[in-house]
């Protein structure tokens, strides 16, 4: 299996590094903290100008034509910065529908996908009941799911598209910790629901493109959290020399360094197999998932920690990682889920 970026994928690489850089600043983030959580112009300069809404899309729906390496690169830039995006449920929703999807409902959703013109929230273990084309049931925890315009839904093998502005749809939008991702809960009275054609694969593509997205941007996170605990160490002086000099804060440095390390390569490792059709594909995205998750995690508590007192204010960006570290750690399915899952794998039962 090859782990080296193509010439072709470093170019994309450094194009959404210095587009996020340059435009997912902390001003624009915190503005959309203080809204839907949300940048839309953002969003809009994503999808028009770098045409990377369609990543993961083949060409013929307007995409892009890219595969998972391409979207964890595009990920891992986007959690450097901690952007306001919607891109995890656009992911998710745009895999489910290539892998499992109707040739009409590709040719209905995927070319608005590729515009950036569509919102997607997914489900995690919902309970829901269909009858006669309709679902009803209380949808709790969905990413963006009080301004989200399409919810996909997936149980016992089969996935449903729900239309969040048709009937029998209500919401309650949710005060939650990462206010770059909030949640909401819908609730569903006999709401119309369009069921994909090949439910598994349908399942197969949305849990790997969100899972992929969200180890991604956690490897970007934590590598983020690190370059500005360093930057910060540098300049900080205390006792007539610069904090980094001392001993005990650049062995937790070095952690951070090493976890990282070892959180790309999960995450690389994971992409790669799903792109190559792998049979160690499911193992790795639960590898990925679990070990990326709890590296952010403990490289945001570092970077809260090795800052001292500034760390923790709110003027200071820390929080703002720090959050988002908790909040990928538990979204679709924490750490012990995904290594449960993987020793499942290894002893040769996938139940």
């Given at each position: 299996m090859?782990?080296?970026l193509?010439?072709e994928?470093v170019?994309?690489?450094?194009?959404?590094r210095a587009f996020?850089a340059?435009?997912a600043?902390?001003e624009?983030?915190?503005?959309?903290?203080e809204?839907?959580?949300i940048?839309?112009?953002l969003?809009?300069?994503?999808a028009?100008?770098l045409?990377?809404?369609?990543?993961?899309?083949p060409?013929?729906?307007?995409?892009?034509?890219?595969?998972m390496?391409?979207?964890?690169v595009v990920?891992?830039a986007?959690?450097a910065?901690v952007a306001?995006?919607?891109?995890?449920?656009?992911a998710?929703l745009?895999?489910a529908?290539v892998r499992?999807g109707?040739?009409?409902?590709?040719?209905?959703?995927?070319p608005?996908?590729?515009?950036g013109?569509?919102?997607?929230?997914v489900?995690?273990?919902?309970?829901?009941?269909?009858?006669?084309g309709?679902?009803?049931?209380t949808?709790?925890?969905?990413?963006?799911g009080?301004?989200?315009?399409?919810l996909?839904?997936?149980?016992?093998?089969?996935?449903?598209?729900?239309d969040?502005?048709?009937?029998?749809v209500?919401?309650?939008?949710?005060?939650t910790?990462?206010?770059?991702?909030?949640?909401?809960?819908v609730?569903?009275?006999?709401?119309p629901?369009e069921m994909l054609?090949?439910?598994?694969a349908a399942i197969?593509?949305?849990q790997?493109?969100?899972?992929i997205?969200l180890?991604?941007e956690?490897?970007?996170g934590?590598?983020?959290s690190?370059?500005r605990?360093?930057?910060?160490?540098?300049?900080?002086?205390?006792?007539?020399?610069p904090?980094?000099?001392?001993q005990?804060y650049?062995h937790r440095?070095?952690?951070?360094m090493v976890?990282?390390?070892?959180?790309r390569?999960a995450?690389?490792?994971a992409?790669?197999?799903?792109?190559?059709?792998?049979?160690?594909?499911?193992?790795a995205?639960?590898?990925a998932?679990?070990f990326?998750?709890?590296?952010?995690?403990m490289?945001?508590?570092?970077m809260?920690?090795?800052?001292g007192?500034?760390?923790?204010?709110?003027?200071?960006?820390?929080?703002i990682?720090?959050?988002?570290?908790?909040?990928?750690?538990?979204?679709?399915g924490?750490?012990?889920w995904?290594r449960?899952?993987?020793?499942?794998?290894?002893?040769?039962?996938?139940?």
């Amino acid at each position: 299996m090859e782990f080296a970026l193509t010439d072709e994928q470093v170019m994309i690489a450094d194009t959404v590094r210095a587009f996020f850089a340059e435009n997912a600043t902390s001003e624009r983030t915190r503005a959309a903290m203080e809204g839907v959580g949300i940048d839309r112009d953002l969003w809009a300069a994503f999808a028009g100008e770098l045409g990377l809404a369609g990543i993961g899309i083949p060409e013929g729906f307007g995409g892009a034509g890219l595969g998972m390496v391409e979207l964890a690169v595009v990920a891992e830039a986007a959690g450097a910065q901690v952007a306001a995006l919607p891109l995890l449920g656009h992911a998710m929703l745009a895999q489910a529908l290539v892998r499992g999807g109707a040739q009409a409902q590709k040719e209905q959703w995927l070319p608005r996908l590729a515009a950036g013109e569509v919102i997607a929230t997914v489900s995690w273990n919902a309970a829901f009941e269909v009858n006669d084309g309709a679902v009803s049931g209380t949808i709790a925890h969905l990413p963006h799911g009080a301004i989200a315009e399409v919810l996909l839904l997936h149980a016992a093998g089969q996935v449903w598209l729900v239309d969040l502005a048709g009937e029998g749809v209500r919401r309650t939008a949710h005060v939650t910790m990462d206010q770059t991702r909030p949640l909401a809960t819908v609730t569903l009275d006999a709401a119309p629901a369009e069921m994909l054609e090949n439910g598994a694969a349908a399942i197969d593509g949305l849990q790997a493109a969100g899972w992929i997205c969200l180890a991604a941007e956690a490897l970007g996170g934590a590598q983020a959290s690190l370059g500005r605990t360093v930057e910060y160490a540098k300049e900080r002086v205390q006792f007539g020399r610069p904090i980094g000099s001392f001993q005990a804060y650049k062995h937790r440095l070095a952690d951070m360094m090493v976890e990282i390390e070892q959180a790309r390569s999960a995450v690389y490792w994971a992409a790669c197999a799903v792109d190559e059709e792998a049979g160690e594909a499911a193992l790795a995205l639960h590898a990925a998932k679990a070990f990326c998750a709890e590296t952010y995690r403990m490289c945001a508590g570092n970077m809260v920690q090795l800052h001292g007192g500034i760390g923790f204010t709110w003027e200071h960006d820390a929080h703002i990682f720090f959050k988002r570290a908790r909040s990928i750690a538990t979204l679709y399915g924490d750490s012990q889920w995904h290594r449960e899952q993987v020793a499942h794998l290894v002893m040769g039962d996938p139940a």
